[in-house]
């Protein structure tokens, strides 16, 4: 496998591991205890980098050296920081360092990061804000990568013809129509593609945009996604 191509679309779950296998040696290395970055680089690929060659482990490590650098955190010596990291890496690597508590919170810092944005908006929720916040008059625009996937046009259309109009999680009619006068409705994965679920209808549903969120972000998702199956005749389980 070619480093470059070994690097695009890392999960989650894979830069999760990275950075806690990351938070180890570095803790080692703060202990003055040795350790073998090889055999930890093999110890992640027995679990959730199984996916990736050993040089895009020792790659993506030092994709995090480059981040403690930015923060001015010591990385660990044997990881020298990666050069032209990407922005999205960097904020996701970033955002892990938060959830894991490493580096400090800055919940008003704004950012272009979804994911982070709203990470810091729901954490500034848990206190009441005292001062209105100033906001930003001209937000800058940044232009970033994303992994999207390649869908066939037939099946969201037969999805829609199905639905007729009708959310197929909630029964109730599309909240309104576009322009062309089609009743608005998402097509969702139910099988996430990113979990390498198909587009195919058996893995297709038309949902309303409050149904569509309940299955991404609802804390009842899962029961919900039963709850498609259990209705919806033509969804077959991968
Ligand atoms: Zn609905
Ligand atoms: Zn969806």
């Known amino acids: 496998m070619d480093t470059k191509k070994s690097n695009i679309g890392w999960s989650d779950e894979e830069l999760g591991a990275s950075v806690d296998g ?3 040696m570095l803790k080692l290395e703060k202990a003055k205890q040795s350790f073998n970055k090889t055999a930890e680089h ?8 199984s996916a990736r060659s050993l040089a895009s482990v020792d790659y993506r490590m030092r994709n995090i050296s480059a981040v403690f650098e930015a923060l001015n955190h010591r990385p660990i010596a044997g990881y020298t920081a990666a050069n032209n990291v990407g922005s999205v890496i960097i ?6 360092l938060e959830q894991r508590g490493i580096i400090e919170y800055q919940d008003n810092a704004p950012t272009s990061d979804e994911a982070l944005l709203e990470l810091r908006a729901t954490r500034l929720q848990s206190e009441p804000i005292k001062t209105k916040p100033e906001g930003i008059t001209a937000p800058q625009p940044v232009s970033t990568t994303s992994t999207s996937y390649v869908r066939d046009p037939e099946v969201r259309a037969w999805v829609r013809q199905q639905a007729a109009g009708v959310c197929e999680g909630c029964g ?4 309104f129509n576009l322009d062309n006068g089609q009743p608005f409705l998402e097509v969702h994965h139910v099988k996430h593609l990113a979990r390498k679920g198909s587009d195919r209808i058996t893995n297709a549903v038309a949902l309303c ?5 309940r299955c991404h972000r609802s804390s009842d998702r ?7 199956y259990a209705k919806i005749g033509r969804l077959a389980r991968e």
């Open 22 to 24: 990351y938070l180890k």
């Open 42 to 49: 093999e110890l992640l690929r027995e679990g959730a980098l």
């Open 91 to 96: 904020s996701r690597i970033r955002r892990i």
């Open 172 to 175: 109730v009619l599309a909240p």
């Open 209 to 213: 945009p409050n149904c569509h969120q």
């Open 222 to 228: 899962d029961a919900f996604t039963e709850s498609l």
